[in-house]
């Protein structure tokens, strides 16, 4: 029995985190801009948090971009379970 995935699937996980980590960000800038005190240390710190969060998604997507996610993972050769004869009984 031949167990075998693309990597592809794992890239779900991964969106659906990217997913919520929007929606918070969402959440945190409509909150910023109406709770916020208007200043300059209120753009700094827009600024800060907006460019730290596209710095580290481009990271991520950039570093994940280079693997082929098309290769099958065989989970056979992984998960084998020993029989008898191996185990010399």
């Given at each position: 029995?031949?167990?075998?995935?693309p990597?592809?699937?794992?890239?779900i996980?991964y969106?659906?985190?990217?997913?919520?980590?929007?929606?918070?960000?969402?959440?945190?800038?409509?909150?910023?801009?109406?709770?916020?005190?208007?200043?300059?240390?209120?753009?700094?710190?827009?600024?800060?948090?907006?460019?730290?969060s596209?710095i580290?998604?481009?990271?991520?997507?950039?570093?994940?971009?280079?693997?082929?996610?098309?290769?099958?993972?065989?989970?056979?050769?992984?998960?084998?379970?020993?029989?008898?004869?191996?185990?010399?009984?």
């Amino acid at each position: 029995m031949d167990l075998s995935f693309p990597l592809l699937y794992l890239l779900i996980p991964y969106v659906g985190f990217l997913l919520v980590i929007a929606m918070y960000s969402v959440f945190t800038f409509y909150h910023l801009v109406r709770f916020g005190v208007k200043g300059p240390a209120f753009f700094i710190v827009m600024g800060v948090f907006l460019a730290g969060s596209l710095i580290l998604t481009m990271g991520s997507v950039a570093s994940l971009a280079q693997f082929d996610w098309t290769t099958p993972v065989n989970l056979s050769s992984i998960l084998q379970v020993p029989s008898a004869s191996n185990l010399g009984l």
